[in-house]
């Protein structure tokens, strides 16, 4: 098993490619999602996806696996109002919604990955599934 991201409008690999186009087909699908930051760590036993997801309650994170790939989704909703005298000096709203998704194959199950949400980090733990390789055989001609 490989793990590997899925395409992102925040893929800097394939920005280069699409320079000239002053809009993605993908982010324009995506609608107003944002691509929360992650790093990926390649342990001995297991995989470890670190993301930043501020301002995020566990409540609004939701993590699904289907098809051999994980995603990671999330909303925040964050309203800053400043009042005097009954008068709004200051009001702020910052709504969003995250999303990352990254194919792990297809030999790991839910029950196999492991997560925790603290401070606004998510962490998950994807066991390493012992991909078999095919073995290279000489074939006679007769």
Same mark, same amino acid.
Do not use: C, W
């Given at each position: 098993?490989?793990?590997? *991201?899925?395409? &992102?409008?925040? @893929?800097?690999? %394939?920005?280069?490619? @699409?320079? +000239?186009?002053?809009?993605? #087909? ?11 930051? $992650? @790093?990926?760590?390649? =342990?001995?036993?297991? +995989?470890? !996806? ?13 993590? &699904? ?8 989704? /999330? ?5 800053? #109002?400043?009042? #005097? /005298?009954?008068? !709004? ?5 910052? +709504?969003?919604? +995250?999303?990352? %998704? ?5 030999? $790991?199950?839910? &029950?196999? !990955?492991? /997560?925790?949400?603290? =401070?606004? $980090?998510?962490?998950?733990?994807? *066991?390493? $599934?012992?991909?078999?390789? *095919? ?8």
């Amino acid at each position: 098993m490989a793990l590997i *991201p899925r395409s &992102s409008f925040f @893929d800097i690999d %394939s920005f280069f490619d @699409d320079f +000239y186009t002053p809009m993605r #087909k993908e982010s324009a699908a995506l609608g107003n999602f944002f691509a929360p930051r $992650v @790093d990926i760590h390649d =342990n001995q036993d297991h +995989y470890q !996806i670190t993301a930043e997801l501020p301002g995020v309650a566990k409540e609004d994170l939701h993590l &699904s696996l289907e098809d051999g790939v994980l995603t990671i989704e /999330a909303e925040t909703r964050q309203e800053d #109002k400043e009042e #005097k /005298a009954g008068k !709004i000096i200051r009001q702020e709203r910052r +709504y969003g919604k +995250y999303t990352r %998704s990254f194919s792990i194959g297809p030999g $790991v199950g839910e &029950s196999d !990955i492991d /997560a925790a949400f603290e =401070n606004g $980090v998510l962490t998950v733990k994807v *066991p390493k $599934v012992n991909a078999e390789v *095919p073995q290279r055989r000489r074939i006679d001609v007769k």
